[in-house]
């Protein structure tokens, strides 16, 4: 699979989440972020957020009857 970041791209990211890095930081980030670009490229993009469980999930369900507010 070709890799869709450019050093830039990682660069920019980087920047825009405040990072500053050494440049063996930035070399062990881009390092990092090639292997784990195959893992985003994987993860569904056609879902609704319904489908999150955490968007569902209702904790007061499973409390006592009497405690809920």
Do not use: K, N
């Not at 881009?30 to 489908?51: I, N, T």
């Not at 955490?54 to 006592?64: E, G, K, L, T």
Request: zero cysteines.
């Amino acid at each position: 699979m070709a890799t869709s970041a450019s050093i830039e791209d990682i660069r920019a990211m980087t920047r825009m989440a405040g990072h500053e890095l050494t440049d063996q930081q930035f070399e062990d980030l881009v390092a990092g972020y090639r292997l784990y670009e195959p893992v985003l490229a994987r993860l569904p993009r056609d879902l609704p957020p319904s489908a999150e469980p955490a968007h569902v999930f209702d904790p007061r369900s499973f409390m006592p009857e009497g405690s809920r507010r």
